[in-house]
């Protein structure tokens, strides 16, 4: 399983090292580490910890896959 997301770019934009983003952070570098190479899926507490620390959005760290975008404009069937 393989987690796209743009933590390097945004961790390399503000110049911070994997240790110094976790540590801001608060986990540990494996764990950040397992989240950067896409190998595991940060809970929603972290998500938002890394979009501040990294002055930006989750939406940005984390985009949705095109695949999924698709139905967003599909009114629901199920509302009344």
């Known amino acids: 399983m393989n987690i796209n997301n743009n933590l390097k770019l945004y961790r390399k934009k503000a110049h911070l090292s994997q240790v110094k983003v976790a ?6 570098e494996t764990h950040y580490q397992k989240i950067e190479y896409g190998l595991l899926n940060p809970s929603v507490e972290v998500a938002l910890l890394l979009a501040k620390a990294l ?3 989750v939406e940005e760290l984390f985009p949705l896959p095109a695949s ?3 139905g967003e404009d ?3 069937s199920n509302q009344a």
């Open 74 to 76: 599909k009114p629901n």
């Open 23 to 28: 540590e801001i952070v608060g986990i540990n």
């Open 55 to 57: 002055h930006t959005t």
């Open 68 to 70: 999924a975008n698709a």
